[in-house]
């Protein structure tokens, strides 16, 4: 047997869900919440597990962009750093940031997918498209890395490469403002490489972007003034945004959450299941435990649990405040 580490090794309940008064299920994870200076204010499980961040990162890889020349603000940077719904008003700002390097939806090596929102899928469908990179939920980030090798005269056939000038640059952004060397490397969904840090560096992370100067602040400050733009319509990342002024928060796959406050305050959590059924009830709860005043998060942490279509229960965070 290879032995490997284990993200289930001290993970602890972190949100239960009830159906018809019974508790059906339970999901386990690590939580960590940190106040503006740094120090714990919770942790549940293991705060320091190393963990693929997944999209959760995008904000930094947008730093890491900015940096090398990428010259691009408002919805423009919001996309770069978005998982989006692929609405309409999605596609057109990722064509947009490719047109402004002189380059189209073909220079994109993402991933083929659908678009993440059914009424849009629907749509693209019924235009008689298939799958595409543009249409796929990383394709601001990826349509930022192209824009970002045309600004700094590198190559764009193999930005992916982890050797890549771009890719070497964005794993040396993810040490810094994680304040974690950069342990392992593997390949995320997207095709992109993808760095390892832990959740208590997540969470640092997230306080730089959401209180902080530089290029980490000008992604901080865009993407809590144009959250659509990050995710989309009914998205919770979204909602929470738009919910907590000043709040920088991004969803990942397989569990991950992160959030950063506008008094350096910050949260990163990981569901050892993968789902993202209790990540808003979670985030909300964790939220709170950070400061915000829980009637701003009730709605967008509230996780219904349905039975025939109706609410029969709810998915429950283990702690708040």
Known sequence: MVSVPDIGTAAVPLARVLRGGLVESVHFGHVVVLAPDGSERLVLGDADATV???????????????????????????????????????????????AGAGLGPDDLHNTPDWPL???SAWRWRAEGHGTEPLTQNCSGKHAGMLATCVAAGWPTADYLDPEHPLQRAT??????????????ATVDGCGAPLFST?????????????SGGGQEGRVGRTMATHPWHVAGTGRDATRFMEAVPGLVAKDGADGVYAAGLADGGAVALK???????????????????????????????????????APVGEVLATFGA
Do not use: Y
């Open 52 to 98: 693929w961040a997944r999209s959760s990162l995008k904000p930094l890889q947008a730093v890491a962009m900015l940096r090398a020349g990428l010259d691009v603000d408002g919805v423009d940077l919001a996309l770069v750093c978005a998982s989006h719904n692929g609405e309409p008003g999605h596609l057109d700002v990722v064509r947009g940031l490719l």
């Open 117 to 119: 929102d059914a009424d």
């Open 171 to 184: 794993r040396d952004v993810i040490a810094e403002l994680t304040g974690v060397p950069v342990e392992r």
């Open 198 to 210: 832990t959740l208590r560096g997540l969470a640092r992370s997230f306080g730089h972007l959401a």
């Open 271 to 309: 569901i050892v299941d993968g789902s993202s059924r209790p990540r808003p009830a979670v985030l909300a709860a964790a939220l709170t435990v950070a400061g915000v005043d829980p009637t701003l998060v009730a709605a967008v942490g509230l996780t219904p649990v349905l039975g025939h279509g």
